[in-house]
Nanobody, 119 residues
Framework: QLQLVESGGGPVQPGGSLRLSCAAS????????MNWVRQAPGKGREWVSR???????KYADAVKGRYTIYRDNANYTVYLHMNSLKPEDTTVHYCPTLGSSVGVECDYWGQGTEVTVSS
């Protein structure tokens, strides 16, 4: 059974940075896209970014230029480095994978890690 564990969230001031991690149990990690999806309180899930097994990346317009996704295939981990954080980035972040090319429709999700941007 695939397991995903997100970590690295926490409180941060506007303009600050955080790095999120997503550790995956051993599956065909190297050949699969990994996504980051976020959900603000009371709102739906929003796709943020994804990375292919070979390192190709895509970003939502809302985070382009501020977020960087990368992966360590040897350690089954994907990261999301977030800079210039804004209050509207206050969300729970997930790293779903498998089952769909659309991040918010993937089959496997972790428990999420919460990011709170506030002064």
């Amino acid at each position: 059974q695939l397991q995903l564990v997100e970590s690295g969230g926490g409180p941060v001031q506007p303009g600050g940075s955080l790095r999120l991690s997503c550790a995956a149990s051993r599956f065909t990690f190297n050949s699969n896209w990994m996504n980051w999806v976020r959900q603000a309180p009371g709102k739906g899930r929003e796709w943020v970014s994804r990375i292919s097994g070979l390192g190709g990346t895509k970003y939502a317009d809302a985070v382009k230029g501020r977020y960087t996704i990368y992966r360590d295939n040897a350690n089954y981990t994907v990261y999301l480095h977030m800079n210039s954080l804004k209050p509207e980035d206050t969300t729970v972040h997930y790293c779903p994978t498998l089952g769909s090319s659309v991040g918010v429709e993937c089959d496997y999700w972790g428990q999420g890690t919460e990011v709170t941007v506030s002064s």
